[in-house]
């Protein structure tokens, strides 16, 4: 049921739509391609400008000891705050400014910005330009339809989320400005469409193993040791014994598409050896590494994960005197799923069924984004991915943002935002 208050911000939406739309093909006319992290402090100037106007309190969060960070390339995040009556319940909405790099295969420009067929396109539509603006544009029609909020209302614009989010919502959790005493909700408009809501992701272990070998003669290769062909052991017993288990592992996430419902491992990338081809050098290989991608379940342990691969790599020594493998941490990030009962997945799913007609389907991300900030750093554990476009046309040529999405969504983070936080 839609109350009249309710009716009148969805109302605004509408009478918003060409300025929503307006803002979002400026902020895809900024190409804000991380790497290397460009045009940040653009996209931050644009969402502080509308967030003032809007009355947010604003500040820049610029993560300058970050190793990322430069004065070519700075890290700036933007913070905006719209105190209410009483500073908590707080609902705080968060989007990446960056974008992945545009890639082959684009048929419109892709920081042009084009509108055609109810779509607008550009590298960020969907992921998550388009979702900056609904949710901006949410704030923006509460305000217009003179909706006094009780709760806060927060908005971040942060960096880097595609490579990993750390100058960005996790230094703003490391600041103190995503924390159980200053933060309820957080809502992430990526790109998982206006009918569903994320709840998490799966974990994320990246490890290398490097195996060593004995160079010798490349005209006498049975003199020394090929770390290549160690490493190709390694391979065949990820292939043989570990892929094998991991299938049979399920998670109870209603993860998306349904493959990623199992553990999974991927080599993202080997060198060794002689690697600038040509004729190069005869010699066998004494070095050779490689990267691997594993997600696992929170029904796994990272201990037990990590275990894993060491037995795998202990099991190839015992069994030969030659074989020496090292295995190196590279990053881990562990699995987050908020609680389907909590207050903010109730209250945004009764919404989207409200202004919809139809429930809300519970999804989780095969991939991890800034969730894992939220949780695991700010500790706030309501927090949920919800926004316009369709996450399979995220880092593709021709990436669009269906209009009407941008619309629904808006509505639905609007009203959501007036039932979480409560309105006169
Ligand atoms: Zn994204």
Redesign the pocket.
């Given at each position: 049921m839609i109350t009249p208050l309710e009716q009148r911000i969805v109302e605004q939406v509408d009478v918003l739509r060409e300025d929503m739309l307006g803002f979002l093909r400026e902020l895809i006319r900024i190409p804000s391609i991380n790497p290397p992290g460009d045009g940040y402090p653009s996209c931050a100037r644009l969402v502080d400008d509308r967030l003032k106007a809007l009355g947010f309190e604003t500040r820049h969060v610029t993560a300058e000891h970050h190793p990322d960070h430069s004065a070519e390339y700075p890290r700036v995040n933007v913070v905006g705050r719209l105190p209410g009556r009483s500073p908590m319940p707080t609902l705080h909405f968060n989007g990446?400014t960056d974008v992945v790099p545009p890639g082959e295969g684009w048929t419109v420009d892709p920081f042009g910005g084009a509108v055609k067929d109810g779509r607008v396109y550009g590298r960020g539509a969907c992921?998550?330009k388009g979702?900056i603006a609904a949710a901006l544009f949410a704030a923006a029609a509460v305000r217009e339809a003179g909706v006094d909020l009780r709760g806060s209302l927060e908005f971040s614009a942060t960096v880097d989320?595609?490579t990993g989010g750390f100058a960005g919502m996790d230094h703003l959790a490391r600041e103190g400005l995503i924390s159980p005493e200053r933060t309820s909700y957080v809502i992430i408009p990526?790109?998982f469409g206006p009918g569903r809501i994320c709840l998490g992701h799966r974990g994320v272990y990246w490890f290398r193993i490097d195996t060593i070998g004995r160079t010798a003669h490349g005209s006498m290769p049975f003199l020394g040791v090929s770390a290549i062909g160690q490493m190709e052991r390694v391979l065949r017993q990820i292939e043989s014994t570990l892929v094998p288990a991991l299938r049979k592992r399920v998670t109870d996430m209603p993860v998306d598409p349904p493959g990623a419902r199992h553990a999974t491992i991927n080599v993202n990338g080997i060198t060794g050896g002689q690697t600038d081809g040509g004729v190069g050098s005869p010699c066998v290989a004494d070095r050779c590494s490689a990267v691997f991608d594993r997600r696992f379940l929170k029904e796994e342990s990272f201990d037990d994960v990590r275990k894993e691969i060491e037995a795998l790599i202990d099991g190839l020594a015992a069994a030969d005197r030659d074989f020496n493998a090292e295995l190196s941490d590279l990053m881990v990030v562990h699995p987050v799923e908020t609680d389907p009962d909590a207050e903010l997945v109730g209250t945004a799913a009764r919404t989207i069924e409200d202004l919809t007609g139809a429930p809300a389907d519970y999804v989780a991300s095969p991939g991890t984004?800034d969730h894992k900030h939220v949780y695991n750093t700010g500790r706030v554990s309501q927090c949920i991915a919800y926004g316009p476009g369709l996450l399979h046309l995220?880092h593709q040529p021709d990436e669009y943002c269906e209009i009407d999405h941008l619309v629904q969504s808006c509505k639905v983070m609007a009203v959501t935002a007036v039932r979480l936080l409560g309105a006169d």
């Open positions: 990446h992921d998550m979702g989320e595609e990526e790109p984004y995220a």
